[in-house]
């Protein structure tokens, strides 16, 4: 079944998927929260980390790139205690050193979606090849759904979903034509 039908009337699912699934978005904050969720459900399901968004913002400090990247021992020991997240060691250190390769890449490119176009179009495996060189736990899977859900794969929604065409509207960047 696709995401599309499933989520439908489901309090959770269904204002992610109307609202955000496969929609562009373009700041450095949103960005890193859309990765470190998608590298945290690895293992898991999507309502798990729907249902614990809030506690991640808090914990993470709203995914500030520059806060993100100063995350340390001190940081880590407080984040294994949290129950608003999951509580892996790995899952913990990948989005901080993620936040802190996050910051190269405003260095050499602007933003992490200014990073994005510039390595648009790809494919799944080329895509897989270059975020494995410049971030940690971004295995095949966690690299194709992070891009679907942001707009650089297609795929989000069934074409026949009325959401489709809402997201279309907004330019993903698997539908602009490239010269």
């Avoid at 997240?85 to 250190?93: F, S, V």
């Avoid at 897989?128 to 795929?155: D, N, R």
């Amino acid at each position: 079944m696709s995401y599309c039908r499933f989520s439908r009337g489901h309090p959770w699912h269904q204002p992610y998927h109307d609202r955000e699934y496969g929609f562009p978005i373009r700041g450095d904050a949103a960005l890193l929260e859309r990765l470190a969720l998608e590298i945290n459900q690895a293992g898991l399901s999507w309502l798990t980390m729907l249902q614990k968004r809030a506690g991640f913002r808090k914990a993470y400090a709203g995914f500030d790139p520059e806060k993100v990247a100063r995350f340390g021992e001190r940081q880590y020991a407080r984040l294994l205690k949290d129950p608003g997240i999951i509580r892996n060691r790995l899952k913990i250190r990948a989005v901080a050193e993620n936040g802190r390769r996050l910051l190269a890449i405003r260095e050499s490119h602007g933003s992490f979606a200014k990073w994005l176009d510039a390595h648009h179009p790809r494919s799944p495996k080329e895509w897989e090849k270059l975020f494995k060189e410049t971030f940690v736990f971004t295995g095949g899977k966690i690299v194709q759904a992070f891009l679907m859900s942001i707009g650089y794969l297609p795929g989000a929604h069934d074409r026949s979903c009325p959401i489709y065409r809402k997201a279309l509207k907004k330019k993903p960047a698997w539908a602009k034509k490239r010269l």
